[in-house]
């Protein structure tokens, strides 16, 4: 008789029914319908659109924000979810982050009501997909600095600038584009199909290959006034839908973790070496046990955070926490459990290398593991290190 590793930790008994039901129902759905096309998704760096209908049917994007078609979920759900999609592959939370914490969080939060009616229910739905465009070629971390520029000319906007790294840029419908005004960084909704916008994509990646990033050029890209995002001034905009989708990687990373310690006690039941099986073996059982804590204590500091997002408590610092935290381990243990495959483990056949190698993605974007740890470090000491 064997357990599994989260029910040392009785986690399911911190669910109540309905988040128990959603995490069951992605979970059916990724091993049923997506699992089975993962590799060869991440094989050949694609990321087939039309899976967008049926995330959308589930309820998935946008899932925490309430009304325009959207589930209206509590964060905890959301973070299941966001977990068992990454337990399939970053590529795909990636895939949903984006979609539903930063473009539509982005209308939802700082739109106006016509801006709100026209993209959110189609973007719930996976009829149309959005990008988030804050990071360019010389500013990832300090997006303060970015040059992308938005300037008058009578009552429209021109747009003049290059967004580097975005998700689903060259697949989205509307990209929300942060740009520099006279008055402060800004944020605009531009339709993909505007004349002087134009998205390439980045070739030769070697982590988060089953998910579309491309650079966005924004050459003179003319926009009524009505594609301004009125409420939203300032960097602390933006920065506040990173909030949104970080909590999800707190979780996510989690299932990239769960899933190759899954893979991982499998291959050591069954693999024999020197007559007997590898999971006999003591060093082989130091690894198991010290990755099971680190994985529950993830998950105890996940639901944790959840719960405090639920009352509406929660502040960057503590999301920094849990971002750092369950990524920093997740990728550890990716990489443990790719160990115990030994050989078998460099193949797409295991999933294991394929986890760890999207993490070193999600461990750069959303904020790096540095910035998190020199955030964490303002919060401590006043100080802000970073410059
Ligand atoms: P700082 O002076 O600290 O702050 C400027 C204003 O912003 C406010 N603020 C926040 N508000 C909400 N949430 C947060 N997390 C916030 N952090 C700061 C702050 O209160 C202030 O407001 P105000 O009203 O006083 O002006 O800003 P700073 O320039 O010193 O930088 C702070 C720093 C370094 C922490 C920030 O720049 C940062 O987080 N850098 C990392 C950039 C980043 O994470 N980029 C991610 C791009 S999107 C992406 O990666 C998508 S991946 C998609 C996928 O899942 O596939
Ligand atoms: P840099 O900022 O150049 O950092 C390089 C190194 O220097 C890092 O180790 C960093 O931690 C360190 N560093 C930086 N500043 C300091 C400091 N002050 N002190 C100490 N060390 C420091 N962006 C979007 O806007 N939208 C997206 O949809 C999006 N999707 C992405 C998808 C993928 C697959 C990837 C890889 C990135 C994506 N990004 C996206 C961009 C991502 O947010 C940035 O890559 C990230 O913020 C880091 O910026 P950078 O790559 O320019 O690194």
Redesign the pocket.
């Known amino acids: 008789m064997t357990m599994h590793p989260l029910d040392l930790f009785g986690i399911d008994a911190l669910l109540d029914e309905q988040e128990r039901d959603i995490q069951g129902t992605v979970r059916q759905l990724v091993d049923q319908r997506l699992r089975p096309r993962l590799p060869e998704w991440f094989e050949s760096a694609t990321l087939p659109r039309e899976i967008a209908r049926e995330l959308g049917e589930l309820g998935l994007f946008g899932m925490h924000l309430e009304g325009y078609g959207c589930a209206g979920t509590n964060a905890v759900s959301y973070g299941l979810a966001c977990l068992e999609l990454e337990a399939g592959d970053s590529g795909l939370r ?1 895939f949903v982050s ?1 979609q539903g914490s ?1 473009s539509m969080f982005s209308i939802y939060r700082y739109g106006s009501e016509e801006q709100k009616q026209e993209w959110l229910p189609r973007l719930a739905t996976g009829e149309a997909l959005g ?5 360019e ?7 303060a600095g970015m040059r992308t520029r938005a300037r008058r000319d009578g009552s429209d906007w021109i747009l003049d600038g290059t ?7 060259s697949t989205a419908d509307v990209a929300t584009v942060w740009a520099q005004t006279d008055d402060g960084i800004r944020g605009f909704l531009v339709p993909t199909d505007t004349t002087g916008f134009t998205a390439n994509n980045v070739h030769g ?1 070697l ?2 290959r089953a ?1 579309v ?1 491309s650079e966005l050029v924004l050459d003179g890209v003319r926009l009524p006034a009505s594609a301004q995002l009125p409420e939203a001034r300032g960097l602390g905009a933006p920065l506040s839908c990173l909030n949104e989708a970080r909590f999800g990687i707190v979780f996510g990373a989690l299932g990239a973790a769960r899933d190759s310690l899954e893979t991982a006690i499998e291959y050591a039941g069954t693999r024999e070496v020197f007559d007997r099986p590898l999971a006999g073996y003591q060093l082989t059982q130091e690894k198991l046990a010290d990755m099971t804590l680190e994985l529950g204590k993830g998950m105890l500091l996940a639901i944790q955070l959840g719960r405090i997002k639920d009352r509406g408590e929660i502040t960057p610092d503590q999301v920094s926490v849990g971002k750092l935290n369950n990524v920093r381990e997740a990728i550890a243990i990716a990489r443990e459990c790719r160990t115990i495959l030994g050989a078998n483990g460099i193949t797409l056949e295991y999933s294991p290398l394929r986890h760890a190698n999207n993490l070193e ?1 999600v461990l ?8 998190h740890l ?1 955030s964490i470090g303002r919060a401590l000491t006043g100080h802000a ?3």
């Open positions: 990636s984006v930063l990008c988030f465009g804050l990071t070629p010389d500013f990832g971390s300090n997006p967004k580097m790294w975005i998700t689903n840029g990646k982590s988060m998910s990033t993605s750069t974007y959303e904020g790096t593991s540095e910035m020199l290190a970073f410059r």
